[in-house]
């Protein structure tokens, strides 16, 4: 990541290192109520300064909505065999809450309510909230997976793309395939996975070695394997994206960076060689 990036992230988690990790993420809605009383104070496009609270609640919005994504990839695992149209829809989440918590630790947050888009953005050599209306073609879904893919920090990186609903090789035609055509009729016998099966799975996922990126195809419905490969690497990436900057130096990352909740097998690796050769172009 470049140094305007890196310095923003270090503010932003910068008051969280000074204060016990233990509650420190802030009650349901707290950001977008916060960001909503400032559209409220600025009915037009605008720019007003950025408050150090505001900048803290940006770095916990990230790290909950990448707790979110690890949990949906363990519940889409988990119903891989017992059911396969929730597995693909649950691995899709993983994926889809992945790339809002990369665009909430850019700086970038969708008020649906308000039709607002806040971004946090430099002025002068000070972070500021820039206020800009919501169009129509700035659909939640595509928005973060368009404005992710986009940033200088990930560009690059072919795990991260925008999400052309009507592409054959696409996440998002993958999930609405899954939640919106008709007759899938995928329903097997529901036998829950134990613990040992989705430490196989988990293990199986993070030592494949690929020689290019497994996009879900929805005529190949349910691509769980590909759902679940793109969706456990994004994770990856956001939490060596974080020990990077703000590092495991800071408490509060120190902590969230290992979910208490998560099974043992959940350890984030993968093949190094192969990965590192993957993050080279898009």
């Known amino acids: 990541m470049d140094k305007d990036l890196a310095n923003q ?10 204060q016990s990790a233990a509650g420190a993420i802030p009650e349901p809605g707290t ?43 363990l519940i889409s695992a988990s119903l891989t065999q017992a059911s396969p149209i929730w597995s693909a829809v649950a691995g899709y989440y993983s994926s889809h809450y992945s790339l809002r918590a990369f665009a909430h630790l850019m700086g970038a947050f969708q008020l649906y309510r308000k039709k607002r888009i806040v971004y946090l953005a430099k002025d002068a050599g000070h972070l500021v909230i820039r206020i800009e209306k919501k169009h129509s073609n700035h ?40 939640n919106y055509i008709d007759h899938i009729d995928r329903f097997p016998v529901f036998v829950p996975l134990d613990a040992d099966s989705l430490e196989r799975a988990v293990e199986r996922i993070s030592t494949v070695k690929l020689s290019s990126v497994p996009i879900p195809r929805p005529d190949h419905f349910p691509d769980t394997v590909s759902v679940q490969f793109v969706a456990y690497h994004r994770i990856v990436k956001f939490r060596r994206f974080l020990d990077e ?5 800071n408490r509060f990352w120190k902590v969230q960076r290992n979910p208490p909740w998560c099974p043992p097998t959940m350890n984030f690796s993968v093949v190094d060689p192969v990965y590192t050769a993957l993050y080279a172009g898009k």
């Open 9 to 18: 992230i270090e503010r932003m988690f910068g008051d969280l290192n000074r």
């Open 245 to 249: 900057t703000p590092g495991v130096r």
């Open 31 to 73: 950001l977008s109520d916060l960001l909503s009383k400032l559209v409220d104070g600025s009915p037009n496009n605008n720019t007003v300064p950025a408050k150090p609270e505001i900048l803290t609640y940006f770095a916990t919005a990230a790290v909950e909505m990448w707790l979110r994504a690890v949990h949906s990839f």
């Open 139 to 178: 659909r939640e879904h595509k928005f973060y997976w368009k404005y992710v893919s986009e940033h200088p920090a990930l560009v690059k990186d072919p795990f991260f793309y925008s999400v052309p609903d009507d592409a054959p090789e696409s996440d998002g035609g993958h999930r609405n395939k899954a």
